[in-house]
């Protein structure tokens, strides 16, 4: 099983056009396009440094299962 750093995945999404917005628990990632805001988002966790394969394949089916427009 394949890990991946926190920070790495918080700097590709940042690079996507994700921009950060913390809340007590989670750091949610909100995608924005052409300065609007989409319905695109996921959740981090705070505490975790590491993110396995499990957790991605989480992440991904969120970010695929929501619409792009805004």
């Known amino acids: 099983m394949a890990t991946y750093k926190t ?3 918080e700097s590709a999404l940042s ?3 994700f921009q950060l917005r913390e809340s ?3 750091k949610k990632w909100t ?6 805001k989409t319905a695109v988002y996921t959740w981090i966790s705070h505490g975790l440094k590491e993110y ?3 957790l991605l394949r989480e ?3 969120e970010l695929y299962s ?3 427009s805004a």
């Open 31 to 36: 995608l924005f396009v052409d300065g609007k």
């Open 24 to 26: 007590s628990h989670h």
């Open 59 to 61: 992440m991904k089916k």
């Open 66 to 68: 929501l619409d792009y």
């Open 52 to 54: 396995g394969d499990s």
């Open 7 to 9: 920070r790495k995945i």
């Open 15 to 17: 690079k996507k056009g």
